[in-house]
Every structure is written in C-alpha cells, then in structure tokens.
C-alpha cells in the first residue's frame, strides 16, 4: 500500500527545538510514523510534555536539555541519539529565529548570531551525524532543514533572519550533493504559522484577520502542516526527492505580515 512508503517503523530520529511548535508536532508525527526520537530544546518540562506523547504513540523518546544556540550542544545530539538508541537515520534540523530589527539595528554581530543560530547549529548536527546516516538502510538517511518564507521574498526588518534562512535553504541544495547518494537533504520553507511565537500578533483578531486575508488559502499554517511536510521528505515517500526546498506557506508570494517600519 502507497501508506506504507510514509513510515519509518524502527527508525531513529533528532528533532531540535522540540519543546513546542514545529518541533513538537514533528516529533510526535515520526513517532507515530514508527521512529524513536531524540527531542532537544532548552526547557526540560516541554520536553517531558513531549516525550509522553511520543510514548502514547508507542515509541520512545530521549529527552536532551540544552542550548541549542551553540553548534558544539547541536552536534552533540549525533552521539546522545547512538547512545540512546544505536542508531541515526533522520535529523530534522528545526532550531532557529531572530527577531525581527531595523536596518541600522542590524550590527555584524547580530548578523552573525543569526548567521550561527540558524545555519551553523544545522550544519554541526548534520556533520556529525553524517557517518550514522551513510550506514543507515532502506531508503537511505534523510536531513530536512527548517527554513521560511522570508529567505525568498522581501520585507523590511527581516534582513537578518531572512539573510540567515536564504543561507539555509542554500545549504541544502549544497550539502545534497555533498551527501548524495546514500543520504538525502531537502528544507522545507514555512510561512506563517501558528506557533507561540506568532501567537503574540496572532492573538490580536484585527492582525489574525489581514494576515489569513493576504494569505491565499486564507488560514494561517498549523505546526502539523509543516510535520507532515516533514515525514513525507524523511521517509521512503520521498526516497526520489534531494537538494530541493518544500514551500508550505500557504501560498504566499510576499509576506502577509508587515512591521510597519518607516522609510529611513
């Protein structure tokens, strides 16, 4: 059956920034997909929260609490995924943001936190797991990076975190050649969705209304949009797809969000 090329029964997988959001639905979506997972975020409890779930699927989960903002703490979760369970064969590499900043905020060094934030901790993941995914069987190892929207369109404030994404879905078309055959390497660029992060503006009806309205499928994304995205890139479904990056934005060709930051 054609369902069956969307598990990933007795697989393993790492999934930063797994305490909420993106992270979280994804975990528990490979989970009841058939893998294990390594779930990583700063908070414990939320990764707690998270581990029951993946246990109510009938998996298991092993919980690392650290901070994910240093590559060293990303790369590290390669070993904690062999120890815990003997094996790799999915990273799903979903840590990342910046906050939004005007232009003449944007110093180098914020740059470079974005810079490192977002596309160092990825490649230090992926590196390290690179030996445990080439030994992986089936339909090879897989990485999907979590990229956004605002890597391709244009919108004032963004110039950082938009730089930042731009480089990761960049990466990944790179490191797919890099990795082909045995390991593929796909991104995944993610409108708005509603996480805890855009609930803040989200919450507000009158913000919530224009954004669904400049959105042509007029809803704002769910975190199970992107998971799914994610299990299909990551299983045998996607055993023909590398190097390219997934738009799950909702149809958006600009972005249906705007700062309001005055001409300089």
Request: net charge negative.
């Amino acid at each position: 059956m054609i369902l069956d090329r969307f598990r990933v029964t007795d697989r393993v997988a790492v999934v930063t920034g797994a305490g909420r959001g993106i992270g979280a639905a994804t975990a528990v979506a490979l989970a009841e997909a058939g893998a294990d997972v390594v779930i990583a975020s700063r908070t414990e409890s939320q990764l707690n929260e998270v581990a029951a779930r993946v246990a109510a699927a009938g998996r298991r989960a092993h919980v690392v609490a650290a901070d994910l903002s240093d590559p060293a703490a990303a790369g590290a979760l390669a070993s904690a995924a062999l120890d815990a369970f003997g094996r790799l064969d999915i990273v799903v590499n979903n840590v990342g943001g910046t906050y939004p900043r005007p232009f003449v905020e944007s110093t180098t060094d914020f740059l470079e936190e974005a810079f490192r934030f977002n596309v160092a901790t990825a490649h230090a993941l992926t590196v390290a797991a690179t030996p445990a995914l080439l030994e992986s069987g089936g339909s090879g190892g897989a990485v999907v990076n979590i990229s956004s929207i605002m890597g391709r369109v244009q919108g004032r404030g963004f110039l950082a975190y938009g730089t930042a994404k731009a480089a990761l879905s960049h990466y990944t078309r790179l490191a797919a050649v890099d990795l082909a055959p045995k390991v593929r390497v796909n991104a995944i660029c993610v409108g708005s969705v509603l996480t805890s992060a855009l609930e803040l503006v989200a919450g507000n009806e009158e913000i919530r209304v224009k954004m669904e309205n400049a959105t042509p499928l007029q809803r704002i994304g769910s975190a199970e949009d992107v998971a799914s995205a994610v299990l299909y890139l990551a299983s045998p479904a996607g055993a023909y797809v590398t190097g390219k990056v997934l738009e799950v934005d909702g149809g958006l060709q600009a972005p249906n969000l705007e700062l309001g930051l005055p001409d300089l």
